[in-house]
Nanobody, 127 residues
């Protein structure tokens, strides 16, 4: 089992940058595919980015491709989401999630594929 805690959210102007972190507890962090999702007010939770257990595979939503970068450090049990060129439409609560897997390179993009979720961190981008 793994517990997840996000941090790094805040208020930023359009065009600015933020880095979100997701810290995990538990002994088997490296056995989980990880992902970031977000939920804006009145909208459903949506996929943002995902990374494989090994870190060699990544996937991004079209809306963030080229602006966001996902990364992980298995030794430190932490995952990151570097967000550049932020837009007002990026405003949302951002959640990290973990999905157990035995395949090092698998990347999971579906909400229902994830077993564990953090509590979320608010990102607000002002215009």
């Amino acid at each position: 089992q793994v517990q997840l805690v996000e941090s790094g959210g805040g208020l930023v102007q359009a065009g600015g940058s933020l880095t979100l972190s997701c810290s995990a507890s538990g002994r088997t962090f490296s056995s989980y595919a990880m992902g970031w999702f977000r939920q804006a007010p009145g909208k459903e939770r949506e996929f943002v980015a995902a990374i494989s257990w090994s870190g060699s595979g990544t996937s991004y939503a079209e809306s963030v491709k080229g602006r966001f970068t996902i990364a992980r450090d298995n030794a430190k049990k932490i995952m990151f989401l570097q967000m550049n060129s932020l837009k007002p439409e990026d405003t949302a609560v951002y959640y990290c999630a973990a999905s157990s897997t035995v395949v090092p390179r698998v990347v999971k993009v579906g909400i229902k594929e994830y077993d564990y979720w953090g509590q979320g961190t608010q990102v607000t981008v002002s215009s």
